[in-house]
């Protein structure tokens, strides 16, 4: 039963409501204990027997009947008030008569007043208070104001026993106290099923979406019902399942395109090889080629385990930045000198301009990977006789921007958003020599981010690319540098 939600919260409004009633019974105890509170209820009956008899007592008193008459009279009296009736001489508190024949002829102690604000409306000669019988038990007393007895000398007391705390609590409050408990325990155990239906089901349909996504089926989304905060597990599990369904096809993805990307140099380097050891490739110039184009693939697939190995440790935090002040301006002058034979080669202008800026944050060596994959980008879609800008701006008071510029065939719209996605590639029918892994962009995203910057891409079809490396100038992320993979 603990284990439940509903048993949960059954036995917590259980323990609530049990300790509020023992705070009420504990309090309404004391008050009880009160001789105002507990002598009230008993001589507001006893006055209201004294006031329907009144007229029977008032016909006592004129008639003045023999003692022998006046006893039958008072019997007849006790029982239909159905109340112990004592007749006293005041003067010597000697028990004239007792219905219940126990004090005859014995006295009994004076009676103690009690505060006439208990019965305001009575009249004066009445006498109402407290006394205690030769027993040593405690009563109650009420006379009326009529005297009996001849020359009306006796008063007549109408008694009962004087409640204890405990008696009045249990005759007055006990009950009610025990009702009220009972109620509350069935409202609690109505609200604890309707409670714990309104968590427990959302939860069990979360349970279960939780097991079909645990045996492949990541399409699982959940309505938002039952309390906010269940809505807010609700809404967290939808956006974890949408995840876990995008790193899945990423994952299928990522397995399809390495594949694919390794399986066309393992190809080369096979048919090649096999071509020297079967004696195909004879000429010194055919074991040259071979030579050449298995030296090629295989730095080609250098490049892709080393470019993998970077994501991964940039991706599982293993990456460690060093968090220096450097010149990016100096870092764009280091990759023009780096690449400058390269673009020499493909007939494509590399021009720089710079400004004083401030100092960055971060690591000389990877910013300088950064704009060297973006310039070997460049290089991959502009032709000969283009050109590459590489340009350092201050960005506001708080960031520096690097940028590469192309004058390359451009990215449509609708590759413009992928293109940092791992193993995409916009011009997918280049020659296996000049296309790429699809992972230079991917990674400078990454690098981009562990720097606490943004890099955004700009294109136009047929008049070029522009890409913005925006960094900021203090180890705090800022806003305009505050990495957003969206842009």
Do not use: C
């Not at 019902?225 to 990423?250: D, H, I, Y």
């Not at 310039?375 to 502009?382: I, Q, R």
């Amino acid at each position: 039963m603990f284990k439940t939600l509903r048993g949960r919260l059954l036995i917590s409004y259980f323990a609530v409501i049990t300790l509020v009633l023992l705070v009420i019974g504990l309090a309404l105890l004391i008050i009880s204990a009160q001789p105002a509170v507990r002598y009230s209820p008993v001589l507001q009956q006893l006055n209201t027997v004294s006031q329907s008899q009144r007229q029977v007592l008032q016909n006592l008193r004129e008639t003045g009947l023999r003692p022998g008459a006046l006893e039958e009279s008072l019997v007849q009296l006790a029982e239909d008030s159905g109340y112990r009736i004592v007749l006293a001489n005041p003067g010597s508190d000697r028990v004239i008569y007792d219905s219940a024949g126990e004090w005859d002829g014995q006295s009994i102690s004076a009676i103690e007043p009690i505060s006439r604000r208990l019965l305001p409306a009575t009249a004066v000669n009445t006498v109402f208070g407290r006394f205690q019988s030769a027993d040593g038990a405690r009563w109650l007393a009420y006379s009326p104001s009529t005297l009996l007895g001849t020359n009306n000398r006796l008063r007549l007391y109408y008694v009962q026993p004087e409640p204890t705390a405990v008696s009045f609590f249990r005759q007055t409050f006990f009950r009610p106290l025990i009702g009220a408990g009972l109620l509350a325990f069935l409202v609690a155990i109505l609200f604890a099923f309707v409670i714990a239906g309104s968590v427990a089901r959302p939860l069990q349909k979360m349970a279960d979406a939780a097991e079909a996504i645990a045996q492949g089926d990541y399409d699982q989304q959940l309505p938002p019902q039952g309390p906010e905060e269940v809505q807010r597990v609700a809404a967290s599990f939808n956006s974890m399942a949408t995840q876990v369904k995008l790193s899945r096809q990423a994952q299928q993805d990522f397995v399809a395109n390495v594949s694919h990307d390794l399986k066309t140099p393992i190809t080369s380097i096979r048919g090649w090889s096999q071509a020297l050891l079967d004696g195909t490739a004879v000429s010194p110039a055919e074991q040259q080629q071979a030579a050449s184009i298995i030296n090629k693939e295989a730095d080609r697939m250098a490049r892709m385990v080393s470019q993998l190995l970077d994501l991964a440790r940039i991706e599982s935090g293993q990456l460690e930045l060093a968090r220096d002040p450097v010149d990016l301006a100096q870092v764009l002058v280091d990759v023009q000198q780096n690449l400058r034979l390269r673009t020499e080669e493909q007939q494509i202008h590399l021009t720089l301009e710079t400004v004083p800026v401030p100092s960055v944050l971060g690591d000389h060596d990877r910013l300088v990977q950064v704009f060297s994959n973006l310039v070997d980008n460049a290089l991959a879609h502009t032709p000969a006789g283009g050109r590459i800008h590489l340009q350092v701006r201050p960005h506001g008071e708080k960031a520096v921007e690097g940028i590469v510029q192309d004058t390359g065939t451009g990215i449509a719209p609708e590759d413009l958003s992928r293109i940092f996605e791992r193993f995409y590639q916009v011009d997918k029918a280049r020659s296996s020599e000049r296309r790429g892994s699809g992972l230079g962009l991917a990674i400078v995203q990454e690098l981009v981010a562990a720097h606490n910057g943004r890099v955004l891409a700009r294109s136009q079809v047929g008049e070029g690319t522009i890409f913005i490396v925006r960094l900021p100038t203090t180890d705090v992320p800022e806003a305009s540098t505050f990495v957003r993979r969206s842009q």
